[in-house]
């Protein structure tokens, strides 16, 4: 039995295993699988990312009840660079979810990468907004991540397509924030140089389980520079553990070697990628 998400952050002793139960829900509710319906209000939290965006529909209780995925170029290292295909993506996606889910969701949100504010958050509410939705609010990526993992003191590190941030929490706020250019896409770079391919058939092979294990001496050089970045970005300060969000790190082998490398306790959730915009939906619930 899933319960709120309130009753996960404060009651659950092992919120990882909370955390999977919402994903596993999402995990078979993203699109072309049905919808689970809902008579109540309907929660949208859209990721606009690098490599991917992602819409999720949640209930008041925080329960998902849909997923849209689409691949896109619309975000350069936290900047959306394309406006106009953003737009058309995120109202695919409510026109889609309006009808998986029998009706129009009415509340979004959406997040962006801190540090990025400046301009940021007023065209990612205008995408929002051209699709439809009205914007309940604007957070920043690591926190919605925190509503989903259930910890208000903790570090967050999400490897995505084009970035490796890395966010400190405490006490539920983001105290401190570094991204840098290194994330999936540098796996696809390594793949194709290595291989004399194209990026998309690089990207293709690297998500292929039958791939992965030949791969891992060549991506290796990248992983070692993203626990270095990490290392680095946490100087100085005791991390007790880190929290990996992002499609990125569901290569296997990848959290194994960070951990190796950097000697914290790392915690990997179920679909990492999916971690992010399930988080927006969720803050889409606060008051
Ligand atoms: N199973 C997998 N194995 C390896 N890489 C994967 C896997 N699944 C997804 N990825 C990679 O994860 C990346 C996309 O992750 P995500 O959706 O978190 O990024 P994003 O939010 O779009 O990017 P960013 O956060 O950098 O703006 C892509 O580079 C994709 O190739
Ligand atoms: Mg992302």
């Known amino acids: 039995m899933i319960g709120t998400v309130h ?3 404060e009651y659950s002793a092992n919120h ?8 596993n829900i999402l995990a078979g509710c993203i699109s072309p699988q049905p919808a689970l319906v809902t008579e109540g209000p309907i929660f949208i939290g859209v990721d606009v990312g690098t490599a991917n965006v992602v819409s999720v529909a949640v209930d008041r209780d925080g329960v998902p009840l849909a997923g849209e995925i689409t691949r896109a170029r619309v975000v350069k290292e936290g900047i959306i660079v394309n406006y106009f295909e953003a737009v058309h993506i995120v109202q695919s996606h409510i026109e889609s979810l309006s009808r998986r889910l029998g009706r129009k969701p009415d509340i979004g949100a959406s997040a962006i990468p801190p540090g990025t504010e400046m301009g940021n958050i007023k065209v990612t509410r205008n995408i929002l907004e051209a699709a439809g939705l009205e914007v309940k609010k604007i957070v920043d990526e690591p926190t919605a991540a925190s509503l989903v993992l259930g910890f208000r003191d903790g570090v967050v590190v999400d490897v995505g397509g084009g970035t490796t941030g890395i966010s400190i929490l405490e006490n539920g706020k ?6 840098e250019p290194t994330g999936g896409f540098q796996f696809d770079l390594v793949i194709a140089g290595h291989y004399k391919t194209s990026i998309e058939e690089a990207e293709m092979m690297k998500c292929d389980p039958e791939c992965q294990r030949m791969l891992f001496p060549i991506v290796r050089p990248v992983i070692e520079k993203i626990a270095t970045i990490i290392r680095r970005h946490l100087a100085g300060y005791q991390a007790k553990g880190l929290y990996f969000v992002g499609g990125t790190c569901s290569f296997p082998g990848f959290i194994r070697l960070i951990e190796q490398e950097l000697g914290i306790p790392t915690y990997l959730p179920n679909m990492p990628m999916m971690v992010t915009p399930l988080g927006i939906a969720l803050s889409c619930r606060e008051g």
């Open 16 to 23: 990882l295993e909370e955390a999977n139960g919402l994903i």
């Open 7 to 9: 009753q996960i952050v």
């Open 174 to 179: 983001v105290i401190y924030t570094g991204d």
